[in-house]
C-alpha cells in the first residue's frame, strides 16, 4: 500500500496541470457542429472537374514540354509550353504527344469529341460507325496546328525531322437506307477464314516542312528507316493482284516493289542501320488449303526479297513456322532477328465450327553473321497457335490437335 500510496501521491499532481488542457478540448469537441455546418459536402459533380494526365513529352533539346489534359468529364487538351520563354500553345482534344528528333515539331492523337460518342454508344452504332481518332501536328515555335480526322495510326522516323505518315480509316459504311437508295457493285466472294487479309486504307505521307502530302492507296502497314531514309509499307487487295511490300526513297520520292505476289503481308521492319528490310508474308503457300508465313530479308538498296526462316530452314522444329501474330525485331546491331515460331496451319477435319487458342511456344533467331539460324530457344514470351474443332456440334467436346515439337 506504501508503494501505491506513493504512485498515487506522483501521478496526481501531474493530472491537475492536464484538467484544463483537456476541458478545453472536450468544449472544441461540442462546439464541432457549428463549426462543421458551414462545409460543402464533396458530390459526385465534383469529380468531373478533376484532371488527369494524358500522355508527356519533352524534346530532345529540353526546350519544350508537351502533355494531354484528361479532364474526367469533356474533351481535353494538349499543352505545349517553352520552357525557356514561358510560351504556351493548346490543341483541342490532344493527346499522347510525341517530338520529332529537333524538337521542332509535336506530333499528337486527337480524341473524338466525347459528346459524339455518348451519342454513338446510346445509338448502339456498330464500332466502325463509331466517332474515331484522329491526328495532329503542331509546328514550333509558331504553334500552328493541323488536324486530320478518321487517323488509325501514324508514325515517324526515329531521328526523323522532317516525314510523317498516317493510315487513314476506311470510309464510313453508308446506311441501311443509303445503301438500298445507292445501288452497290457485286461484292467479291469471301475468303475462307485462313485467308481473310487485313483491311486496306489509303496511306498519307506528309512532309512538315513546307506541309505537301501525297497518297498510297490500299496500305495495310508501314515503317520509316531510323535514318528517314526510306519507307517501306505493305499492299494488299481483295483480289490479290496488288499484293506486295515496296519501299520508298523520301529524297527523290522513287518506289521499287521488293516483293509481290498475292497473299498477306504483315510485320514490315527496318534493320537500325537501315540497310535491311524483313518481313513476314504466307505468298508461297497462299493458294494451298492451309497457307503458312516465312519470313523474308531484303539486303541491299536494290535487292529483291528471299527467304529466310521457313518450314524447312535448318534449326526450325518439324512442322513450326514462323508466327505472323508474334513480333519481328532485329537486334540494336542488325545481325540478329527476333521472331516467333508455332506449329504450321493444317486444314481441319471438321468444318462446322473452328475456333483458336494460344499456348506457350517458342522463340527463334536468325542469326545473319552466320547466315543460319540459331537453335530454338525457350520463352514464355512467344505463343503457338493451336486449332480446336468441335466434332459434331457445338456441345461436343473439343478436341486438340497433338503439336509436334513441342
Known amino acids: 500500500m506504501a508503494k501505491g500510496a506513493a504512485v498515487e501521491r ?8 492536464r484538467i484544463p488542457f483537456v476541458l478545453g478540448a472536450v468544449f472544441a469537441l461540442c462546439s464541432g457542429p457549428a463549426w462543421a455546418a458551414t462545409k460543402t459536402p464533396l458530390a459526385y459533380s465534383a469529380y468531373d472537374g478533376w484532371n488527369g494526365y494524358a500522355g508527356t513529352a519533352l524534346s530532345s533539346d529540353g526546350a519544350w514540354f508537351a502533355y494531354g489534359v484528361a479532364p ?19 490543341a483541342p482534344r490532344g493527346r499522347d504527344p510525341k517530338f520529332t528528333d529537333d524538337g521542332r515539331v509535336v506530333f499528337f492523337t486527337v480524341a473524338p469529341y466525347v459528346s459524339d460518342v455518348d451519342v454513338a454508344q446510346r445509338a448502339h452504332k456498330k464500332p466502325e460507325q463509331q466517332p474515331k481518332n484522329g491526328f495532329g501536328v503542331m509546328a514550333l515555335p509558331q504553334g500552328t496546328v493541323t488536324i486530320v480526322d478518321r487517323v488509325k495510326r501514324y508514325g515517324f522516323a526515329k531521328h526523323g525531322t522532317r ?15 443509303e445503301s438500298s437508295a445507292t445501288p452497290s457493285p457485286q461484292p467479291l466472294p469471301t475468303p475462307p477464314e485462313n485467308k481473310k487479309k487485313e483491311e486496306a486504307t489509303t496511306l498519307v505521307v506528309r512532309d512538315v516542312r513546307d506541309g505537301t502530302t501525297s497518297e498510297i492507296a ?5 515503317a520509316f528507316s531510323d535514318d528517314e ?8 487487295t481483295a483480289e490479290g493482284s496488288g499484293d506486295g511490300v515496296h519501299v520508298r526513297d523520301l529524297a527523290s520520292g522513287a518506289v521499287r516493289d521488293v516483293a509481290l505476289g498475292s497473299g498477306r503481308y ?6 537500325p542501320a537501315g540497310d535491311m528490310l524483313a518481313f513476314e508474308s504466307d505468298r508461297a503457300s497462299f493458294s494451298s488449303d492451309a497457307p503458312h508465313f516465312d519470313v523474308y530479308v531484303a539486303q541491299g538498296d536494290d535487292a529483291q526479297a528471299t527467304v529466310a ?4 530452314t535448318a534449326g526450325v ?3 513450326w513456322s514462323p508466327d505472323p501474330d508474334a513480333p519481328l525485331q532485329f537486334s540494336k546491331d542488325g545481325a540478329r532477328l527476333f521472331l516467333g515460331m508455332n506449329a504450321a496451319p493444317t486444314r481441319c477435319r471438321t468444318t462446322r465450327r473452328n475456333r483458336c487458342t494460344s499456348i506457350f511456344g517458342r522463340g527463334a533467331i536468325r542469326d545473319f553473321k552466320a547466315n543460319k539460324p540459331s537453335t530454338p530457344i525457350a520463352t514464355a514470351n512467344r505463343r503457338i497457335s493451336a486449332c480446336i474443332t468441335s466434332q459434331r456440334s457445338a456441345t461436343s467436346s473439343w478436341r486438340r490437335h497433338r503439336l509436334r515439337g513441342s
Open 317 to 319: 522444329p518439324r512442322g
Open 163 to 177: 516525314f510523317v505518315a498516317y493510315l487513314l480509316e476506311s470510309p464510313p459504311k453508308p446506311t441501311h437506307a
Open 309 to 312: 526462316v521457313a518450314m524447312t
Open 229 to 236: 531514309r526510306y519507307l517501306a509499307y505493305a499492299t494488299q
Open 266 to 271: 504483315t510485320h514490315v521492319v527496318f534493320a
Open 72 to 90: 474526367q468529364d469533356g474533351d481535353g487538351v494538349l499543352v505545349v509550353r517553352s520552357l525557356t520563354s514561358g510560351a504556351t500553345y493548346r
Open 10 to 17: 506522483y501521478v496526481l499532481p501531474r493530472m491537475r496541470h
Open 218 to 222: 490500299d496500305v495495310t502497314e508501314f
